[in-house]
């Protein structure tokens, strides 16, 4: 059964500073949410409150029917919430047998070489070798395998924080292609980002956070039109940040 | 006598904050539990022992002893730490490394000095106690704790009103930072480490005064003491080291008071166990849990 | 000289390199799940006066005695591991070393362990077989664990917990299971060893003993078992290999610790890995 990801007026505070305010928001299994904003916007924290990283001062998560917020952080992971990291936190010293595995431990049964290898195949990296230690790896291979990781699980959310950062053009639009074959998997996609060429090219819908507070919302080509985003990134809303 | 009580914890609390100062100091600039700390604590006491034996009188022996502990302490951080840092290798390496140079120290002290106990034959020691209305202290005693005050009083100044003190605590602040400010890192941990064993081998010298015996395991126990002092006073505060040194002094002597002597290490580290499950860094400690 | 008289000179040393070998398995898996507890000296202790107190008091037999000692170690291991969850690193060591030394000073001040002077008259009934049963049966345990999916949750967990979580590992349950697993191993190590030596006191189990496990551990290499027990054997066996050296000895110890730590930083298991991949 999957479900929506749904937040619902989600407000953090820590350290004395409201990061996210009265947000709202729904990511639809088949679909790509963007979320964009300047740095420091609450972008990350939405992330870390939904995984359950940080605590909701107010507000509810759901996924589908079930309240997630509250729950620890592996409860969360398990019901079908994976993430990729903006900074990637792969299992640096493990090989990517290992690594894929990870994303897949709370699955019935061990995950098969074949399996493994169709996970690499879809965030295409079949080229990678097993064996190989996650940390030798590429930048752009290592981003995809934290993909494929997060994969690994069958989630039924995604959310991919800033998964461009550091990529040529050409591996941005080989992104855009496994996004867009992720969400048609049926995956609903919450997608972190500030290329806003990729934001178009792979959202469905894009919301735009600043100081904590949803600013915008609408198709990527109306919200980059609106002139309160575009005050609010003061004109720095093309290519990557 | 509650005043008698107060006399011995604050002998005790003295001592307890020299040694932890030393714990203090490196764990504030590398982020390292230096276990070699109680090594110098227990080599100072034996050089000094040695000099007296030579016929040097007592405060130069002590001055000297403490300006060897230093440089043990500078060695310890050239063989040790020094090339660790280059590598990035974290806290547990270095943790160990202190290890392995504690056991090299061990024997070779006990290479030198065999595993006898050694005492001192100074007329000092022989000096019958004073008694002040309800307390009674020894020579010894009173000028173990002056020494131990004017030690703390001269970091203290050091820390606060000088370059180098500025330098040391702008390393520990932020070394990155200091790097970029101009302060030349390796020199300044270099300082850091002297003053910590220097500090540390006082505090052995004393101690060795104090009971009159030097021997090579003398270290073992205040090596764990000391980790209770700055738990409770905080990882990396100097002050939370002197206030914690003094708390501690005092709780064991409680425990003394109350006929609990031999219950007393157990309440120490019970204290120590308590703060780090309700408040880990202490009392003053900046340095909270790094969030898994 | 046959093999008879060789074990008849070195039995003791044989027993004794059994037994640390057991003591750093039980260091081992707490490393490996990247938990700096060193609290293993303190489990062994109590394992070894309850095993004493079970066979002295009650007559025991030896295997009932080391399963009751077992079972008081796991049991404390595991109540530890509640208050100090939320402890890492350093701190984490330092709480594990009070504990040790708060069940020191319990130790000392009981009479049913007999104070200072603790327990004697144990009977010897861990003969080097049992020794090497155990570690067998041990070693076997842990292998068939290594082939489970926890062992990768162990690995994860050392790794980054934070990602761990997000993969849906319960770190605290990971956690809580390798130190009930390192007091189990280090509770059969101090039955076994209650019922190798004449006598039992509190010295035995203090942090000295636990700075050598951990020490072995480190040579061995901290994330390998097997390191770790290769480690525990070696260095049993150097002190008495270089006896010649007499009071100077120990420094041996201390040095080969640097030069691990200076040079081969994973440990013995690590330049056996190295050396593997630069065949392959």
């Known amino acids: 059964m999957t479900g929506a990801l749904t937040l619902e007026r989600a407000t953090v505070d820590y350290g004395g500073v409201r990061a996210l305010c009265e947000v709202s928001l729904t990511v639809v299994p088949g679909r790509v949410l963007g979320l964009i904003g300047p740095n420091g916007a609450g972008k990350t924290t939405l992330i870390n409150a939904t995984t359950g990283i940080v605590a909701l001062s107010n507000g509810t998560i759901r996924l589908g029917e079930r309240r997630i917020d509250g729950l620890a952080q592996h409860q969360i992971a398990r019901a079908g919430i994976a993430r990729t990291y903006q900074n990637i936190r792969l299992f640096g010293t493990l090989d990517v047998y290992a690594n894929l595995a990870a994303g897949a431990y709370p699955r019935p049964g061990r995950l098969t070489a074949p399996a493994a290898r169709a996970l690499l195949e879809r965030a295409g990296i079949s080229h990678v070798a097993l064996d190989t230690i996650a940390g030798a790896l590429p930048y752009g291979d290592q981003r995809r395998l934290e993909i494929a990781r997060a994969l690994a699980g069958d989630p039924q959310i995604i959310m991919l924080d800033e998964p461009a950062a550091g990529m040529n053009p050409t591996e941005t639009a080989r992104l855009v292609e496994m996004i867009a074959s992720i969400s048609q998997a049926g995956i609903g996609v919450l997608l972190i980002e500030h290329d806003m060429t990729l934001v178009r090219a792979a959202c469905h819908d894009v919301v735009v956070l600043n100081f904590g507070e949803v600013i915008a919302r609408g198709t990527p080509s109306e919200v980059s039109a609106d002139p309160i985003v575009i005050e609010a990134y003061l004109g720095t809303d093309e290519g990557a940040a | 006598m509650i005043a008698q009580q107060l006399i011995n914890g604050l002998l005790l609390g003295a001592v307890y904050a020299l040694f932890a100062i030393g714990y203090t100091l490196v764990f504030g600039v590398l982020d390292i539990l230096n276990l070699a700390h109680a090594a110098i604590f227990m080599l100072a006491a034996f050089a000094t022992w040695s000099m007296l034996g030579a016929g040097l009188p007592l405060p130069l022996a002590f001055l000297l002893a403490v300006v060897l502990a230093g440089i043990l302490g500078v060695l310890l951080d050239r063989i040790a730490f020094a090339p660790l840092r280059r590598r990035n290798a974290g806290t547990l390496i270095p943790l160990i490394s202190s290890i392995g140079m504690a056991i090299i120290f061990g024997a070779i002290a006990r290479g030198i000095y065999g595993v006898d106990e050694r005492h001192f034959t100074l007329p000092l020691l022989d000096a019958p106690p004073m008694r002040f209305g309800p307390v009674t202290f020894t020579t010894v005693e009173i000028s173990i704790f002056a020494l131990a005050i004017v030690l703390m009083l001269v970091l203290t100044y050091v820390m606060r009103a000088t370059p180098l003190g500025r330098r040391i605590r702008a390393v520990a602040e932020d070394s990155v930072a200091a790097q970029l400010l101009g302060v030349n890192l390796e020199h300044t941990i270099g300082a850091t480490f002297f003053i910590a064993s220097a500090l540390g081998g006082a505090a052995g010298i004393l101690t060795a005064l104090q009971y009159n015996s030097v021997t090579v395991d003398m270290g073992g126990q205040i090596e764990l003491k000391g980790l209770a002092v700055i738990i409770l006073g905080g990882m990396g505060s100097i002050t939370g080291a002197v206030i914690g040194g003094f708390v501690l002094g005092g709780v064991e002597t409680l425990a003394i008071a109350y006929n609990l002597s031999e219950w007393r290490d157990a309440l120490a580290f019970g204290v120590m166990f308590l703060i780090l499950i309700i408040r880990p860094r202490g009392i003053f400690g900046k340095r909270a849990l790094r969030a898994a | ?280």
């Not at chain 3, 002295?56 to 077992?70: G, R, V």
């Not at chain 3, 327990?119 to 664990?145: F, K, R």
């Not at chain 3, 420094?251 to 013995?268: E, H, K, S, W």
């Open chain 3, 1 to 280: 000289m046959n093999l008879a008289t060789f074990y008849a000179q070195h039995s003791k040393l044989i027993d004794q390199i059994g037994l640390d070998a057991l003591l750093a398995l039980s260091l081992s898996i707490c490393l490996q799940a990247g938990q700096l507890a060193l609290a293993q000296a303190a489990f062994m202790g109590i394992a070894a006066y309850v095993s004493a107190v079970v066979s002295l008091n009650f007559h025991w037999p030896l295997l009932a005695s080391i399963l009751a000692a077992m079972l008081a170690s796991t049991i404390v291991a595991g109540v530890l591991a509640l208050p100090v969850r939320r402890l890492r690193g350093i701190f984490l060591a330092i709480a594990t070393i009070g504990f040790g030394e708060i069940v020191r000073v319990v130790a000392n001040n009981l009479s049913i362990t007999g104070g200072a002077e603790g327990i004697s008259g144990i009977p010897p009934d861990a003969t080097t077989p049992v020794i090497y049963a155990s570690l067998a049966v041990v070693a076997l345990a842990l292998y068939a664990l290594s082939r489970t999916k926890f062992s990768l949750a162990i690995a994860l967990v050392r790794e980054d917990e934070s990602a761990a979580r997000g993969v849906g590992i319960d770190v605290g349950f990971v956690r809580f299971t390798t130190l009930a697993i390192g007091g189990a191993i280090a509770g059969l190590a101090g039955a076994l060893y209650a019922h190798s030596q004449f006598f039992i006191a509190p010295g035995d189990f203090g942090f000295g003993r636990m700075e050598q496990i951990l020490v072995w551990c480190v040579i061995g290499g901290v994330t390998s078992p097997l390191g770790a027990a290769i480690g525990a054997a070696l260095l049993t066996i150097l002190p008495e290999a270089i006896r010649f050296l007499a009071d100077y000895r120990d420094v041996t110890d201390g040095l080969i610790l640097l030069l691990v730590i200076l040079f081969a930083p994973r440990g013995i298991a690590g330049l056996w890995r190295r050396g593997a991949r630069g065949r392959a």
